[in-house]
């Protein structure tokens, strides 16, 4: 059956900001008084995870002495990607307003709804996306905001395109099918269908569409 809608996750999908988050995280820290810092890789291995986990993996602990931690982070990394913003991988801004005129787009993060806006100022995609979540919009884990955007635009084969193995379990819990991007931060634990870039993968949904 041919895709009706095309889902994208961001972090490693379509952008990379980790550099601007870390720095954003490093200036909370220090804020606080912690001598504790993170770079851009230890962000990328925490990235499309919900904030409070990506916080915990990085700074064990941490919170419990720095209750309002969460805040203070939130609050610099807000800052430093209205500043830095993410760099797009190649051929996403055209490829998604080509992909738009075939099939229905939408993204689904387990970003801060903060960080989704910023996303859309920086690739003015707003416009050809159909619906959006995420985790800070909607307190739902990925694989139930897949499931219920699927219900809620009667969405009949839908395909999430993703870089992790976190996403690839959201879309089998969800019962979607799932595309992996190879050149994000991860590895999927199958064998789902691979683009080594944003290219290709808009190359072969438009042949689909043919």
């Known amino acids: 059956m041919k895709n009706d809608a095309i889902i994208f996750d961001i972090d490693g999908t379509l952008w990379n900001a980790c550099s601007s988050s870390a720095s954003g995280w490093n200036v909370g820290l220090r804020k606080l008084g912690s001598?504790?810092?993170?770079?851009?890789?230890?962000i990328k291995n925490v990235a499309g995870r919900p904030q409070i986990e990506c916080i915990d993996i990085c700074f064990p602990g941490l919170r419990q002495q720095y209750p309002n931690l969460p805040k203070v982070l939130d609050q610099y990394e807000i800052e430093a990607v209205k500043v830095k913003g993410g760099i797009?991988?190649?051929?996403?801004?055209d490829g998604i307003e080509k992909l738009s005129n075939f099939y229905k787009i939408f993204i689904v993060s387990n970003c801060q709804d903060w960080y989704m806006q910023l996303m859309f100022?920086?690739?003015?995609l707003r416009p050809f996306v159909a619906g959006f979540d995420c985790n800070g919009m909607s307190g739902l884990p990925k694989y139930e905001m897949l499931a219920k955007?699927?219900?809620q635009y009667s969405l009949?084969?839908?395909?999430?395109v993703g870089d992790t193995a976190s996403d690839e379990e959201a879309t089998n819990l969800a019962g979607i099918d799932f595309v992996y991007v190879s050149y994000g931060f991860g590895?999927?634990?199958?064998?789902p269908k691979t683009f080594g870039s944003f290219g290709a993968l808009v190359?072969?949904?438009m042949k689909k569409n043919d």
């Open 35 to 42: 001598d504790r810092e993170v770079t851009a890789e230890d």
């Open 149 to 151: 955007m699927k219900e």
């Open 187 to 191: 590895a999927p634990k199958g064998n």
């Open 121 to 124: 100022d920086y690739s003015e």
């Open 88 to 93: 797009f991988y190649e051929g996403v801004i």
């Open 156 to 160: 009949q084969n839908p395909v999430y």
């Open 203 to 205: 190359d072969y949904f």
